[in-house]
């Protein structure tokens, strides 16, 4: 799915409005309804709906679910945010309507939204996507004092005072929503991590834009909500699958690579390596029996290239590698050969394998073009530099994933999967029981495992971090979030 800017969304709803053709206040009404359709699966009509509207169309929105809502028996009442002698037609047209079976209160003083403040619901309907500079005035206290409330809010569209596109000012005064209904698509502000607070938890509603306007929209943002699955033929043998080669585990971390084994194998791949320490040999051949396992002349980690490095069809380094001076070399010797064998061979590389790479910046030159890198946000600090708010981030990310040809997956929330072509690709799947141990390497198994089967890298990269996701939804209905650990993961990869 796409994410568009604000100037697009504005131009999607024109267009709709002309080309379906359907009156604007018409659209109006249909956003409301979807949000009264979300909000009354949720909430019953005990207690107060206390809606805050504005004077723009995000406040017409508002005003229609009041009346919505009013119809439907809720207990509702409106304060208009009266900061402005300019209003939006549609607004105008719903204050209307709404004034015929409502009284509606105005803000214009601190009194008044104190006032205003009662038990029940808050839905802030004041400023949506049309924000263009920071709070003041009246709407700044009303903020203030509603993210004060502990009652449950709800953000129309998005929370007002958070741009859709760009950074908000370090000290900007934004509504903290518990929730947020976005109409038709995903903003690119509500998925990155910064703004957490200023979106709580976020569902979409349909309301029927222009599908083929949106399909011509030229974006490098996209939200990863469905993959295709993939079918595969009766007539298939292991060799159909691939052979994938994982290089992991130094003394104390052979955990690493028993976890991205167990993740490998369950992701489909035909046959499995696991190359590890000496020290390594045993554990693995015991929790892992359908792996075949090699290991390093070194007792304690991984020092000499394997010989036969063309059998395989995809190769995974990192996971519980750490940073002796002989892996180091281990890396270069690893990456310059790489180029020579075989350059349509996968490459996925993690944890101490960035780590390895950030502190030798030269290596990254040797980087086969198409590899996959899979940082949580201090590996990708420490190999691309800082940087002051999450869109400066993004903007690095796609620097990163363009310069060196490669595909980069910033773990996260919502993680960004960087392409080549300067795309960015945000997950949807996955949650919070997932930052726990191993979870990335369990992560750097599935990846490895899709390339060897032939996946091209940045469709493996994709359909890695949602299947990922995805199982870690799985384990979390099972268990909870807070009993979860990386091993769950692997059992409820579902394919
Ligand atoms: N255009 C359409 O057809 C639809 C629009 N919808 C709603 O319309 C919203 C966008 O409406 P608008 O474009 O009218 O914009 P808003 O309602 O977000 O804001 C209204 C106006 O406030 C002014 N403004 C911006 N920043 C301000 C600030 N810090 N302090 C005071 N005033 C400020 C701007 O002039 C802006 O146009 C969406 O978020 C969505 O809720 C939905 O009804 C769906 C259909
Ligand atoms: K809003």
């Given amino acids: 799915m796409k994410i568009l800017i604000a100037d697009q969304i504005r131009a999607l709803d024109n267009y709709t409005i002309e080309e379906e053709p359907v009156p604007s206040i018409d659209l109006m009404e249909r956003a409301s309804k979807a949000f009264v359709r979300w909000y009354t699966e949720r909430f019953n009509q005990s207690g107060k709906v206390l809606i805050f509207a504005g004077l723009g169309n995000n406040g017409g929105d508002g005003l229609a679910i009041a009346r919505l809502l009013d119809n439907l028996g809720y207990e509702v009442e409106v304060n208009i945010i009266n900061y402005s002698d300019k209003r939006s037609e549609d607004f105008e047209e719903n204050l209307h309507r709404l004034e015929k079976m409502l009284m509606v209160n105005w803000i214009c003083d601190e009194e008044d939204i104190e006032n205003a403040l009662k038990n029940g619901i808050i839905i802030d309907a004041i400023l949506g996507t049309g924000v263009n500079r920071p709070l003041n005035g009246i709407i700044k206290e009303t903020i203030l004092r509603l993210n004060r409330s502990n009652s449950t809010k709800i953000s129309v569209d998005i929370a007002t005072g958070l741009y859709t596109d760009s950074p908000v000012e370090p000290d900007a005064v934004i509504f903290k929503p518990d929730f947020t209904v976005t109409f038709q698509l995903p903003k690119l502000a509500m998925l990155l991590p910064e703004n957490e607070n200023f979106v709580g938890n976020w569902y979409k509603a349909d309301i029927g834009l222009h599908v083929e306007f949106i399909e011509n929209c030229a974006t490098d943002y996209f939200y990863t909500d469905k993959i295709q699955p993939k079918i595969r033929s009766n007539f298939s043998h292991k060799g159909t699958f691939g052979h994938a080669l994982l290089i992991a585990g130094s003394y104390g971390s052979i955990g690493a690579a028993i976890l991205a084994s167990k993740a490998c194998l369950r992701s489909g791949v035909g046959l499995l390596t696991a190359l590890v320490p000496e020290c390594g040999y045993e554990i693995m051949q015991v929790s892992v029996p359908e792996a075949m396992c090699k290991t390093d002349v070194s007792k304690h980690t991984i020092s000499t290239l394997p010989k036969d490095l063309t059998v395989y069809n995809a190769v995974g380094i990192g996971c519980g590698l750490g940073k002796a001076l002989e892996t180091v070399i281990f890396l270069e ?75 980069v997956v910033l773990k996260g929330r919502h993680s960004a999967v960087a392409l080549p072509n300067g795309s960015v690709h945000f997950n949807s799947t996955g949650n919070a029981g997932m930052a726990t141990g191993g979870s990335g390497d369990v992560l750097t198994g599935i990846i490895t495992g899709l390339l060897a089967q032939g996946y091209p890298p940045e469709e493996a990269a994709i359909s890695g971090v949602f299947k990922h996701g995805e199982a870690g939804d799985f384990a979390a209905q099972k268990s909870g979030q807070m009993a979860m650990i990386a091993g769950d993961i692997i059992e409820n990869l579902r394919w």
């Fill in 333 to 407: 010797n690893i990456l310059k050969s790489f180029h020579e064998i075989n350059p349509k061979k996968g490459l996925v590389l993690d944890a101490d394998a960035l780590n390895i790479l950030s502190e030798n910046k030269k290596l990254l030159d040797l980087l086969p073009p198409g590899s996959v890198l899979t940082p949580h946000p201090k590996e990708f600090q420490r190999l691309a530099g800082g940087w002051a708010n999450d869109f400066e981030r993004l903007k690095l990310l796609r620097q990163f994933a363009i310069k060196y040809k490669v595909i």
